[in-house]
Every structure is written in structure tokens, then in C-alpha cells.
């Protein structure tokens, strides 16, 4: 939020909602359904930070399409609607009791404190209750139900990851989250992304700025030691050709006189350009031995593939509108026993991973696709395709995903406040590479500085909070002291 101000950015609050659904196997979807078949909607979270309480999933009411206890209920409706609420009532209890005991878990004096590479899965094992009335409420049956049904697909969302990935996360970062989270409301800006990028790209010099550009090596500057030349090729058109069958060329282009280089990559893409950068120093050299360090450091991070769909079709959400919330989890209960169609649409995932649809508001008339004023979905991780005719557009990318490995080899390249000697955040010692200042002991100011920032390089589950605060670690922790010493 603090970069949002600085840059002038307007943003509000956003006390999202969430519907909770489950089905019991992966189900084949025909064109001409109009829902989902077998998806059942188990919990439905009103926001506000719980003030607003929860709602009856439309399932456990009678399905005639009146009021809750209107007089046109027959016997039979008055039953139903009992039998439902009390099931409700029951349920709901079974969730407060779990919740609170998960945050009794998750705050700072926290009992039974995970060890820094616990998994979720071990401490929850650990951490069931087991005492007198604890077990008379059954607590100790429903506490790994509570977290599975409700932290296991969440963080699926929040992560992008699988559930068997969620299960051997590490427990610490998850209970942060939900403490950090506790009572506060998530913000959204208020003129989209587009409006972040141009302000945070205004102060640059439009000719520094190489769109469509892909690096391709980094090597020591022949004219000038302690800087490197990188090598990349742009995305171009023949347009000297003519022959109109000529398709996109690249062209080769570089630029010299770096004495810094910051990987604001993906920690595997920062490890394929340094990996051919460490092929041309001198073998024995002081870089060489720093950069091949970076390099064993950034194998131990993991990624993920995402899908991202935008599209119309709301088969993807629960079928009665009154289950439906702002972001909709769907889950399968027993996904090794799914039949997973042959072949698979390219636009689904693995049926281990959450789906998150969230519901978009109609778009605003000077977009350039029309919908009719339609709502618009943007589903993260289907694992059930959308009707083709609906779609907007897919998109596909990695994220970082936090492992008890990579957690070990974060300590490398990043210090957190309690375990520095200062109090404060630091870079890790493999920060810089070489170029140390001199007050760092050994240190070679005549060697240019390899720096790493993005989510992976932060504290916490990586998110875009991580790319601010490494990049900030690394200008005014790492390059400003190095220039300044």
C-alpha cells in the first residue's frame, strides 16, 4: 500500500465473498449442460471479515423457489426447511469452534509454533485437539475436516497450487497469512493494472525501456572490467522483404556498460542466463565461484503452472444464484479417482488443484469485446473447461511455490528481521555475487553486482507484496550501499 500512495494510485476496499464447493469425482461436462453435474456448494462466506456471517447453502432449503418459511410451504416444505436449518445451525457451530482454535494457532504467541519446515499437513496432524471437551464436541474428528474443506482449497487459490502441494507447504507462512489477514480488508486499485504500470513507468527514459525483448547472455564487458554486456533479441517484422509470407524475425541487439544487474525474473529464468554467464568467466575466479553459488541457490525454488480463462459461461459457478459469491471454489473430494478425459482440454489442469472463478463486473462500454453487459468470469486452474464460444482469453504462466527446500535456500539471498544482526531485513550473502563494498569483509568492488528480487526472494508465501520488498531490499540494501562505500 505504501507504493500505491507514493506513486498516487487510488485504491478501496474489498471485502470479498466466497462460496465453497465440492464434487465428488471429475465429471465429463457435455456442451449443452447447463450445470455442473454432482456439484454440491458446502459453505458460503458473506465477507465483511465474518460480520457478515454465513449463508444456507441453497441445498439444505426446500427447492421450490420461495421464501425461507413463506405461507405458500406445505408440510413437507416446513420439514425440509427445519431439518436444513438445523443441519446449518449444527455446521456452522462445528466451524466456529475449528475457527477459533485456528486462530488461537495462527497468532504471534502462538501455542504449538511450527518448527520452520513443518508442513501443513504434520502440524495439523499435531495440533488436533485431544482433551476432555475438546474431544466430547468432536473436535478431534473435525478439526483435519475443517482444514481441508476450508484452508486446504483457499490457499489452493491463493497459491495456485495443488492440494498435495498445499499439504506440504510450510505451516509458518500459511498461519501469518490468516493472522495478517485477521479483521482487515483486502484492496483493489481502482483504475486497474494498466494504471500502476504507467505510473510506476513515467520517470523512465522511453529508450531504456526494450519491449518484446528476450535476453539471451549476459557476458564481462571486454572495454571495461566490473561491467557486463547483455545480449538480447527483439521481436521484429521483416519489413525490408517483399515477400508478405515473411513472418516475426528477431533481431540481435546489446548493450554494455552495466556494473549491476538485478534479475526481476523468475528465479528458473535467472538461473538459465546465469548458468551461460558463469560458462565465459575465468574458471576459478571469485565470480565464478559466487555466481555458481546464485545459481545451486535458485535450483532449489519450484514453479507452477496456471491457467488463467476469462470468459461468460457461469456453468463454472454454482447453478442457483443464491449460492454464488464474488470468488466461487470448486474442489473434487477424490481426485486419483477421477477419469480424467483423453485427450485432456489444454485449458484445465489436473483435478488436485482448486478452481477459483471470480465474478468480474459487466465491462464498461469502450471495452473492445462485447458481452451484451453480461457478467464476466475469470477462472484461475479450470478443471472443467468453459464452452469455447464463450472464452475471452487464456492465459498461461508460473508461480513461485514455497517448499520446505526452497524456504532453506531463501536464508541465502534473504534475512529476515529476527535473524539478522541488525533487527532489521537484509540480503542474504549471496546477494551481489562478487561485488561486496568494503565493509563487507573480502569483498571485490571491481566485479559487477548480480542481485535477485521477486516474490520467491521475500519472506511469506510469494506474492506481489515479495517483488516490492526485495526490490527495495536490493536498491537500498545491497546497490546504494556498494555505490556509497
Same mark, same amino acid.
Given at each position: 500500500?505504501?507504493?500505491?500512495?507514493?506513486?498516487?494510485?487510488?485504491?478501496?476496499?474489498?471485502?470479498?465473498?466466497?462460496?465453497?464447493?465440492?464434487?465428488?469425482?471429475? $465429471?465429463?461436462?457435455?456442451?449443452?449442460?447447463?450445470? !455442473?453435474?454432482?456439484?454440491?456448494?458446502?459453505?458460503?462466506?458473506?465477507?465483511?471479515?465474518?460480520?457478515?456471517?454465513?449463508?444456507?447453502?441453497?441445498?439444505?432449503?426446500?427447492?421450490?423457489?420461495?421464501?425461507?418459511?413463506?405461507?405458500?410451504?406445505?408440510?413437507?416444505?416446513?420439514?425440509?426447511?427445519?431439518?436444513?436449518?438445523?443441519?446449518?445451525?449444527?455446521?456452522?457451530?462445528?466451524? @466456529?469452534?475449528?475457527?477459533?482454535?485456528?486462530?488461537?494457532?495462527?497468532?504471534?504467541?502462538? +501455542?504449538?509454533? =511450527?518448527?520452520?519446515?513443518?508442513? +501443513?499437513?504434520?502440524?495439523?496432524? %499435531?495440533?488436533?485437539?485431544?482433551?476432555?471437551?475438546?474431544? &466430547?464436541?468432536?473436535?478431534?474428528?473435525?478439526?483435519?475436516?475443517?482444514?481441508?474443506?476450508?484452508?486446504?482449497?483457499?490457499?489452493?487459490?491463493?497459491?495456485?497450487?495443488?492440494?498435495?502441494?498445499?499439504?506440504?507447504?510450510?505451516?509458518?507462512?500459511?498461519?501469518?497469512?490468516? &493472522?495478517?489477514? +485477521?479483521?482487515?480488508?483486502?484492496?483493489?486499485?481502482?483504475?486497474?493494472?494498466?494504471?500502476?504500470?504507467?505510473?510506476?513507468?513515467?520517470?523512465?527514459?522511453?529508450?531504456?525501456?526494450?519491449?518484446?525483448?528476450?535476453?539471451?547472455?549476459?557476458?564481462?564487458?571486454?572495454?571495461?572490467?566490473?561491467?557486463?554486456?547483455?545480449?538480447? *533479441?527483439?521481436?521484429?517484422?521483416?519489413?525490408?522483404?517483399?515477400? #508478405?509470407?515473411?513472418?516475426?524475425?528477431?533481431?540481435?541487439?546489446?548493450?554494455?556498460?552495466?556494473?549491476?544487474?538485478?534479475?526481476?525474473?523468475?528465479?528458473?529464468?535467472?538461473?538459465?542466463? @546465469?548458468?551461460?554467464?558463469?560458462?565465459?568467466?575465468?574458471?576459478?575466479?571469485?565470480? *565464478?565461484?559466487?555466481?555458481?553459488?546464485?545459481?545451486?541457490?535458485?535450483?532449489?525454488?519450484?514453479?507452477?503452472?496456471?491457467?488463467?480463462?476469462?470468459?461468460?459461461?457461469?456453468?463454472?459457478?454454482?447453478?442457483?444464484?443464491?449460492?454464488?459469491?464474488?470468488?466461487?471454489?470448486?474442489?473434487?473430494?477424490?481426485?486419483?479417482?477421477?477419469?480424467?478425459? #483423453?485427450?485432456?482440454?489444454?485449458?484445465?489442469?489436473?483435478?488436485?488443484?482448486?478452481?477459483?472463478?471470480?465474478?468480474?463486473?459487466? =465491462?464498461?462500454?469502450?471495452?473492445?469485446?462485447? /458481452?451484451?453487459?453480461?457478467?464476466?468470469?475469470?477462472?484461475?486452474?479450470?478443471?472443467?473447461?468453459?464452452?469455447?464460444?464463450?472464452?475471452?482469453?487464456?492465459?498461461?504462466?508460473?508461480?513461485?511455490?514455497?517448499? /520446505?527446500?526452497?524456504?532453506?535456500?531463501?536464508?541465502?539471498?534473504? /534475512?529476515?528481521?529476527?535473524?539478522?544482526?541488525?533487527?532489521?531485513?537484509? +540480503?542474504? $550473502?549471496?546477494?551481489? *555475487?562478487?561485488? %561486496? #563494498? $568494503? &565493509?563487507?569483509?573480502?569483498?571485490?568492488?571491481?566485479?559487477?553486482?548480480?542481485?535477485?528480487?521477486?516474490?520467491?526472494?521475500?519472506?511469506? !508465501? $510469494?506474492?506481489?507484496?515479495?517483488?516490492?520488498?526485495?526490490?527495495?531490499?536490493?536498491?537500498?540494501?545491497?546497490?546504494?550501499?556498494?555505490?556509497?562505500?
Amino acid at each position: 500500500m505504501a507504493l500505491y500512495d507514493h506513486l498516487g494510485v487510488e485504491y478501496h476496499p474489498a471485502n470479498f465473498t466466497y462460496s465453497f464447493s465440492t464434487l465428488a469425482s471429475l $465429471p465429463t461436462l457435455p456442451p449443452n449442460s447447463e450445470r !455442473i453435474p454432482g456439484l454440491k456448494t458446502d459453505l458460503l462466506y458473506n465477507g465483511d471479515n465474518g460480520r457478515r456471517g454465513l449463508g444456507i447453502p441453497s441445498r439444505l432449503l426446500p427447492a421450490t423457489g420461495k421464501h425461507l418459511f413463506c405461507s405458500e410451504w406445505g408440510s413437507d416444505d416446513l420439514v425440509v426447511s427445519i431439518q436444513g436449518i438445523l443441519l446449518f445451525a449444527w455446521s456452522t457451530f462445528v466451524i @466456529l469452534l475449528n475457527y477459533a482454535w485456528l486462530v488461537l494457532l495462527s497468532s504471534p504467541c502462538r +501455542l504449538w509454533r =511450527p518448527t520452520p519446515t513443518e508442513r +501443513l499437513d504434520e502440524w495439523v496432524r %499435531r495440533t488436533t485437539p485431544r482433551w476432555g471437551v475438546a474431544q &466430547w464436541l468432536g473436535m478431534h474428528k473435525s478439526w483435519e475436516t475443517f482444514v481441508g474443506s476450508t484452508v486446504l482449497p483457499l490457499f489452493s487459490a491463493v497459491c495456485t497450487a495443488s492440494e498435495q502441494d498445499i499439504w506440504a507447504h510450510p505451516a509458518t507462512e500459511i498461519l501469518d497469512y490468516i &493472522w495478517l489477514g +485477521l479483521f482487515k480488508p483486502h484492496y483493489v486499485v481502482n483504475n486497474g493494472v494498466q494504471d500502476v504500470v504507467e505510473r510506476l513507468s513515467a520517470p523512465l527514459d522511453p529508450h531504456h525501456i526494450h519491449l518484446s525483448s528476450r535476453i539471451t547472455s549476459i557476458s564481462p564487458d571486454p572495454s571495461h572490467r566490473g561491467q557486463v554486456t547483455i545480449a538480447f *533479441a527483439r521481436w521484429s517484422r521483416n519489413l525490408s522483404s517483399n515477400d #508478405s509470407s515473411t513472418g516475426p524475425q528477431d533481431e540481435q541487439c546489446s548493450l554494455s556498460g552495466f556494473s549491476h544487474v538485478i534479475f526481476a525474473t523468475q528465479a528458473n529464468q535467472a538461473a538459465s542466463i @546465469l548458468e551461460q554467464y558463469c560458462r565465459v568467466l575465468p574458471k576459478g575466479s571469485r565470480q *565464478a565461484s559466487a555466481v555458481g553459488d546464485i545459481i545451486h541457490c535458485l535450483e532449489h525454488f519450484e514453479y507452477r503452472e496456471n491457467i488463467v480463462v476469462t470468459h461468460t459461461d457461469d456453468r463454472l459457478l454454482p447453478h442457483d444464484r443464491k449460492d454464488r459469491r464474488d470468488l466461487n471454489l470448486v474442489r473434487v473430494l477424490n481426485p486419483s479417482s477421477s477419469i480424467i478425459p #483423453s485427450p485432456r482440454n489444454d485449458q484445465c489442469v489436473q483435478p488436485d488443484f482448486t478452481m477459483a472463478t471470480h465474478v468480474i463486473n459487466p =465491462p464498461s462500454p469502450r471495452n473492445s469485446f462485447s /458481452t451484451q453487459n453480461r457478467p464476466i468470469y475469470q477462472t484461475t486452474n479450470p478443471i472443467l473447461p468453459p464452452r469455447p464460444e464463450t472464452i475471452i482469453s487464456v492465459s498461461r504462466m508460473q508461480r513461485a511455490l514455497l517448499t /520446505t527446500n526452497s524456504k532453506l535456500a531463501l536464508r541465502a539471498i534473504f /534475512t529476515d528481521s529476527a535473524s539478522s544482526e541488525s533487527g532489521e531485513m537484509e +540480503l542474504g $550473502p549471496l546477494q551481489g *555475487a562478487a561485488r %561486496r #563494498s $568494503p &565493509w563487507d569483509d573480502g569483498g571485490d568492488a571491481e566485479e559487477p553486482g548480480i542481485w535477485l528480487c521477486g516474490s520467491y526472494a521475500y519472506e511469506g !508465501i $510469494p506474492l506481489l507484496e515479495g517483488c516490492v520488498g526485495s526490490a527495495e531490499l536490493v536498491v537500498h540494501r545491497g546497490i546504494l550501499r556498494s555505490e556509497l562505500s
